[in-house]
């Protein structure tokens, strides 16, 4: 079973989160930011992992402490369901295209925390954002993401004019990208690498 349940509770919040990789895309999130609940939603579900999501924080002063945290929980969610990653295919990548806005996510479960994000759009970051989440949100959540997961992540961003289009593109992407990732391979008997661990 690929499963893992991680908590994590702090003065500033509280987090937990059951992850199930090889699921059918069922999602119930619940962290105080619509945006974010919307994006996790569309994670699990494009990514066919069953994905519980309970988070409470510090919402008062800002968004900062609970985006990061959840993205930290999540990266160790998928860490510790892969538990040693033998077997799995390691590298996945996906484009996903939102009305106007098109992304591409490409990764490698290497063991090593990295995420690169190009924004090809005129204007970038300054374009746009939600009631509650930003462009800057979501970076940092992805770089949480990253850290804790113990992946390279490559995030593109081709196209896009609309905040909302964009993001659920990424978000979607990653989450395509994610299950190509961690799917199992019966060819890959062991670790794969050619050094023998990650």
Request: charged fraction near 25%; charge should be positive; aromatic fraction near 6%.
């Amino acid at each position: 079973m690929r499963n893992a349940t991680v908590a994590r509770k702090s003065k500033e919040t509280n987090i937990a989160i059951s992850l199930k990789l090889d699921g059918h895309g069922k999602t119930s999130v619940k962290t105080g930011l619509s945006f974010l609940d919307h994006m996790l939603t569309l994670l699990g579900t494009h990514g066919l992992y069953d994905l519980t999501v309970k988070a409470s924080g510090d919402l008062e002063i800002d968004r900062h402490h609970t985006n990061e945290d959840i993205g930290l929980v999540l990266g160790q969610a998928f860490d510790q369901a892969l538990k040693d990653r033998k077997g799995i295919a390691r590298f996945g990548f996906a484009y996903v295209p939102m009305d106007e806005a098109l992304a591409r996510v490409v990764l490698d479960f290497s063991g090593r925390a990295k995420l690169v994000l190009r924004d090809g759009r005129a204007g970038g970051k300054g374009l746009s954002s939600s009631t509650d989440y930003s462009w800057g949100d979501a970076e940092h959540f992805l770089e949480s993401f990253a850290r804790t997961a113990k992946l390279t992540i490559h995030v593109d961003v081709l196209s896009g004019v609309d905040f909302h289009h964009t993001c659920e593109a990424v978000f979607k992407a990653l989450g395509r990208a994610l299950e190509q990732a961690t799917r199992r391979d019966p060819r890959v008997k062991g670790v794969p690498s050619s050094k023998g661990r990650l």
